[in-house]
């Protein structure tokens, strides 16, 4: 797992993110989610769309300005983190490309609050897969899905570039 | 949050600071006095999300500018990449050694750049040899502080100006280096199908000025 605080938020307390391998029960997190299972408290969020823990450091940045500004768009902070991380502005899309599908395997997940040590037994418990070192969700990501929902264009292939397109574009999202 | 002033102008302050694991530099517009505090917001507001816009859109379309963070209307703060550089008015300042060919190649690079940027109808605004920085890691020429952009439609005279202003510093600050923009000229009008009329255009007002 790792922890840090926000440099715009000081006083909001820690992120925490994890990722999470080999996930088997995806479909019924899901479920559970949809039905606004107060114990799944946490952006779950498929592996594939995130090419490096920056871009959920940006989104999760964005999701904690929009609550501390009273500007949520969605039910809560950690819903704000998943829709945040979508260059659409469209709710409904923005939690199917970047949150769990039933048949997602590889899963980041964000808690904005609380303690490393709280989550990780927390999350032990209701995730049926492994956790690994989050470094190595670098090689989790599905670049032609990226570059698709992103619109990035494919002349850019250097992860370094993309990242900073993908970022960017997760910046401007909200500004009218 | 530990932030460093590293430049004050006079639209906004322009610091580096730690951001989210990387270093950034947090560019806070000043809030104006003068001018009705609603006014003020929205114009304000109106400048960031420019400004984000358009580095946002050269990232997507090739031209290198620093990467947009964060936008915080509420701080009036834009937060970007900290790019590691030269600006090309410290390359050709006073007692730099610049050869033929590194000039050649920094003309190319400035014309393409410029050129890319005004086909997207992109106007930078504030083109000066300060605002022009070549990146210590690849030699990429960056584009940077587009506090005055804006994009345009059709306006081959917003495009002339933008080369005008660059002449205007080449002629100021760098009258041994007018070889330079004039080579970047010519890549400019080669690069870009409007461009020979656009060069066309600012000879015009160069000779006017």
Known sequence: MYSSSLEPFPSHGLVHISLYRNVKNAKELRKRLLSRDLELSYAFIDAKVILDKFQVLVASNIAIYNETHHKLRTHNVHSEIVYSLSPSTNIRESL?????????TDVVIVK????????????????????????????????????????????????????????????????? | MSKNLVKQGAEARIYTTSFLTRTAIAKERFKKAYRHPTLDKKLTDRRLVQEA????????????????????????????????????????????KITAEE???????????????????MIHGDLTTSNLLIRDANNSLAIIDFGLSFITTCSIEDKAVDLYVLERTFLSTHPHAHHLFLTMLKVYGESYDSGNSITGKEKKYGWLG
Do not use: W
């Open chain 2, 103 to 121: 000039s050649d190649e920094l003309a190319r690079k400035i014309g393409e750049a410029l050129a890319k940027m005004h086909a997207a109808e």
């Open chain 1, 112 to 176: 904005v609050g609380e303690s490393a040590e709280t989550i990780q037994t927390h999350l032990t418990k209701i995730i049926k897969g492994e956790e690994r070192d989050v470094e190595e969700m670098t090689g989790c990501v599905d670049l032609a899905r990226v570059k698709k929902y992103y619109k990035i264009a494919d002349s850019i292939s250097d992860r370094e570039e993309l990242l900073k397109a993908v970022v960017g574009s997760i910046a401007i999202k909200n500004l009218s």
């Open chain 1, 96 to 104: 199917k490309n970047h949150g769990l599908s039933d048949d997602t």
């Open chain 2, 53 to 96: 816009r358009c580095l946002v859109k050269c990232r997507s379309i090739g031209i290198d500018a620093p990467a947009v963070y964060f936008v915080d209307l509420e701080n009036r703060t834009i937060y970007m990449e900290y790019i590691e550089g030269k600006t090309v008015n410290d390359l050709l300042a006073d007692g730099s």
